[in-house]
């Protein structure tokens, strides 16, 4: 079965991110993005306790579980499809949390260089 989920940031097939908890703009545990998700849910990143705050302090509540959304709210340490624009904010605040550039979507290509995601990869 042919694998349409897209390429990585490094060019190669686009890995999962987290299945636990269930992320994605489908909540497939893919970092892709589709007709009706404005905020480009392109990066995989595992999160801090430092981005979640500075997330909170934009209006954006990750931690937080919303049941209603079937959103158990994250802790450091998960992994999560974030707005390319949010990381990029982050980043320029000294804030970014470090990502899986194989399961970073390529479209996040349009938004930051390569460089700065392998700056913040994850090794291991």
Do not use: I, Y
């Not at 990381?87 to 949390?97: D, I, K, N, T, Y």
């Amino acid at each position: 079965m042919p694998d349409n989920r897209g390429k990585n940031v490094l060019g190669g097939a686009l890995a999962d991110c987290s299945h636990d908890p269930m992320t994605g703009f489908f909540r497939d545990g893919c970092c892709r993005t589709g007709p009706g998700d404005v905020g480009l849910h392109l990066v995989c990143a595992r999160m801090t306790a430092e981005f979640l705050e500075f997330s909170k302090s934009r209006g954006n509540d990750l931690s937080t579980p919303r049941p209603e959304f079937a959103f158990p709210g994250l802790q450091p340490g998960d992994r999560w499809c974030l707005c390319v624009q949010r990381w990029q904010e982050a980043l320029q605040a000294g804030a970014a949390p470090l990502v899986d550039l194989e399961a970073t979507h390529v479209s996040a290509l349009e938004f930051v260089t390569l460089e700065e995601l392998q700056s913040h990869a994850l090794h291991g």
